[in-house]
């Protein structure tokens, strides 16, 4: 059964530090991938998406992809309050779509 | 407008008795989807509609069912609750593809007891 697996479970960061996450799925089957935020009582929402190899920067997000190891991280420079969050991977191929658990971040002030 | 709403926002129900839940969404997505969410555990893919064919994952077939009258509604439905079902469900919407963004509601907060 194909799994996606974050780590870490959770983190925190200071405000203005870097925050890395990371996702790796285990189905070779995989086409894209996905990043998505949840904040504390409202739906998850669309961060950032990759669907090939390298490397992806919006504004203060970055997301790195290796569709060799199927592997994709998330890295927020200049962490802020507002982005404590749940963030969620998700992988999908044909019309599976698989998500992983989740990272919690917080950023402390 | 990219909003997906579900109604009710918590549903408590009886062990035992039915359960139906509403999604709904106007952005014309052909396709739509059902999660089950629990507490530090990822969103489980149950069943989603590509247009008016549904698809139920193997390992929840027969506990969920599901209709999708129109393009922008669609429902989950539980016949029988049982304590397990506690959990968020979560409704979302996309356009055909893989590489397509999936937008969610604000999911359905169910308590069996």
């Known amino acids: 059964q194909q799994k996606v697996q974050q780590s870490p479970e959770s983190l925190i960061v200071p405000e203005g530090g870097m925050a890395s996450l990371n996702c790796t799925s285990s189905?070779?089957?995989?086409?894209y991938f996905w990043w998505y935020r949840q904040h504390s009582g409202k739906s998850p929402k669309m961060l950032m998406?990759?669907?090939?190899?390298g490397e992806k920067e919006e504004g203060r997000f970055t997301v790195h992809l290796n569709k060799a190891s199927l592997h994709t991280s998330l890295h927020i420079r200049d962490s802020q309050p507002s982005d404590s969050a749940l963030y969620l991977c998700?992988?999908?191929?044909?019309?599976?779509?698989?998500f992983g658990s989740g990272t919690r971040l917080l950023v402390s002030p | 407008d990219t909003t997906v709403k579900q109604n009710p926002r918590y549903k408590l129900a009886r062990v035992g008795k039915p359960v139906n839940l509403i999604c709904s969404q106007t952005?014309?997505?052909?396709?739509m989807y059902w999660y089950q969410k629990k507490p530090n555990q990822a969103p489980k893919l149950l069943l989603f509609y590509y247009d008016k064919i549904l698809n139920r994952e193997a390992d929840t077939f027969e506990k969920f069912q599901s209709s999708r009258p129109n393009n922008s509604f669609c429902s989950l439905y539980i016949g029988s609750a049982g304590l397990e079902y506690s959990a968020m469900y979560l409704c979302?919407?996309?356009?055909?593809?893989?590489?397509?963004?999936?937008?969610f509601g604000p999911g359905t907060r169910l308590t069996v007891l």
């Open positions: 952005m014309n997505h052909d396709t």
């Open positions: 189905d070779r089957n995989v086409d």
């Open positions: 998406s990759i669907f090939s190899n």
């Open positions: 979302a919407s996309s356009r055909t593809g893989g590489d397509a963004e999936q937008f």
């Open positions: 998700a992988a999908t191929g044909g019309y599976k779509v698989v």
